[in-house]
């Protein structure tokens, strides 16, 4: 009965075993241990819980359709296999249920379970595997001061006065300057006139030549097609994957109701239609709306990132 148990927490969040008690899938978030530099993928992660233990037909009707059984038959298969159950349990040995976890009767004679933890039942995190990734060493750089320039040291010495005429001389000098800057200002005005005049002219003839000129068009300008290049989106924040096509819709055009911009991908290699609330070209716009998400509608969303 075990291996039907574990089958169904793939599907189901809770199967009850009649008059034992019931086993819980919990959904747990990707999460990096800094310790051993390991990044585990997100998961669902099992309990325990002996007070659920009314028959809700889940696991009985699971055994009915696989070994083509009545429904009174697969009861009493659960019923005799609890009892086996319980008998070992009271004798203190454990209760090894694989791929599933462990049960004892601690001092007081309550159940502890212990979960196995290499078994992963999240359908959506299929393949995905544990990494471990060494530390990164960061290099401190060593900036060397840089060399002050030494500014020259500029020493006033006192001379003997010159005689005069070196200061007629050094008058002569600025006044020749400026006579010459005052000409060549003169020049340049005059040239700049003479520009202006020819420019007038040419575009007064070409205005003439624009008056004068007729067109006629006799074949029609051809369209000019402009290829868009979308920006590629490559960012998925996964909704669910659901195996029917009409479960897939339904929960695209809730969503789409909430105000998001849900729609459909292509299936994954299982032949699951997964639903997204919206996709982004860049990952920190991706991760913002993620965390968003996650606080205000779904916890269980998760990012899907496509090469």
């Keep these: ?35 051993t530099h390991t990044l585990y993928p997100p998961k669902k992660m099992i309990s325990f819980n002996f007070q659920l233990k009314n028959n809700d037909g889940i696991l009985a009707n699971y055994i009915t359709k696989v070994e083509k059984i009545s429904f009174e038959k697969a009861t009493e298969q659960i019923e005799n296999e609890v009892k086996e159950w319980k008998l070992l349990l009271q ?22 379970f212990e979960p196995i933890d290499t078994l992963n039942y999240l359908t959506d995190a299929f393949g995905l595997t544990s990494i471990v990734s060494p530390p990164v060493k960061r290099e401190l750089l060593s900036v060397e001061p840089e060399p002050k320039e030494e500014k020259p040291v500029i ?34 005005t005059k040239r700049a006139n003479d520009l202006l005049q020819v420019e007038k ?11 004068q000129a007729t067109f006629f068009i006799d074949n029609p300008i051809s369209s000019v097609s402009l290829t868009v290049v979308e920006e590629q989106k490559n960012y998925h924040i996964v909704a669910g994957a659901f195996r029917e096509l009409k479960n897939a819709e339904k929960a695209v055009a809730s969503l789409q109701k909430l105000g998001y ?42 990012l899907l990132v496509q090469e």
């Excluded at 006033?156 to 200002?185: C, D, H, M």
């Design 155 to 188: 020493v006033l010495s006192t001379e003997k006065q010159r005689p005069n005429w070196f200061k007629y001389a050094a008058v002569a000098v600025v006044g020749l300057g400026i006579s010459g800057f005052f000409v060549n200002q003169w020049h340049e």
């Design 1 to 35: 009965m075990e291996q039907y148990i574990s089958q169904l927490l793939y599907r189901h969040q809770c199967v009850i075993v009649p008059g034992f008690g019931g086993f819980l899938t919990e959904f747990q978030s990707a999460k990096l241990v800094a310790s």
């Design 201 to 211: 002219a040419v575009q007064k003839k070409v205005e003439q030549k624009i008056q």
């Design 261 to 302: 911009n849900a729609r459909q991908i292509e299936p994954n290699k299982h032949g699951l239609h997964p639903v997204v609330y919206d996709s982004y070209s860049r990952l920190e716009e991706a991760q913002q709306a993620l965390g968003e998400i996650k606080a205000n509608h779904n916890k269980e969303a998760w």
């Design 91 to 112: 004798n203190q040995q454990s209760l090894l249920l694989n791929q599933i976890g462990k049960l004892t009767l601690n001092p007081e004679g309550r159940l502890v």
